[in-house]
């Protein structure tokens, strides 16, 4: 078996939302796919009131298919400081044509506010290893975990776009998605992400740097997130970037036109055109924009967030031993 869904950004690519039927018959909402967390949660019948606003629910007592998970509980909270948590059901889960039973669809009965302002998402997909699912007192698997043993090929993959709609495939590698080949690197798991590193860097048209960057291909963080030493030798390529404290972050003047940034990835290069590292206005006047490069002080690894992820052509190998594969499109 296979599936195909779209990746719709959201404003400025803060996040991509994919269409997901649950349960009999099909409630469709739409999920942000995460490959950095392990959690299928949605806004549900069980959400406050008070925290829903504008969300589409899952209501599992209008499933003929739902079961619910006795006893079992989840509470997860992400890197930006937002949290959920809840109750758990099983049902069908349906992405792009590729049906899966019994997936644990995680009912959320308190979401933080963050996920209330945000009318457009009606949950998380995790797509990280089951190793790091919340569910007690039974962790749950993935929904790619549940999907392994139909799908024509352990994979999936991201192919992420600027300011357009991109795509996961489950179960096939579409090689006609991009250009050249793909080249793979190794994945350490052992802390339930896809983490890898990248053996070097360069900014603009410059020689590569070979500073080794560990982090993890995350497509539910916006940003690259890398060590402060590469965002310093980043931003110092423009005039008048400066580091804005009440932004605690790079910002400049939104008119500024910025060098790429490359990330090898083995003996391959990935290379993010500038214009992906102007992430968005700070103010509502328009005059200063946020850079799409950040710092991954505090982490402990980097993240290959959206900004990153989006110039290349992903495939997430959960064979045996996992491996990410990555190409120029
Ligand atoms: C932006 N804060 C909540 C959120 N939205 C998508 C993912 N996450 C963590």
Redesign the pocket.
Known sequence: ATGSVVATPAQYD??YLSPVSIGTPAQTLML?F?TG?SDLWVFSSETPKSSVQGQTVYNPSKSSTAKKLSGATWKIS?????SSSGSVYTDKVTIGGLSVSNVAVESAQKV?R??TA?AD?DG?LGLAFSSINTVQPTQQKTFFDMAKPSLDSAVFTADLKYGKAGKYNFGYIDDSAYNGSLTYTAVDSSNGWWMFTSPGYAVGSGTLDSTSITGIADT???LLLVPSSVVTTYYKQIRNARYDSSQAGYVFPCSTSLPSFTYAVGNSQIVIPGKYINFAPVDSAGSSCFGGIQSDEGIGFSIFGDVALKAAFVVFDGSQSPRLGFASK
């Open positions: 803060a996040e942000d995460d967390s992400y890197g930006d400081g937002s933080s963050e996920f945000e998402l998380l539910g963080t916006t």
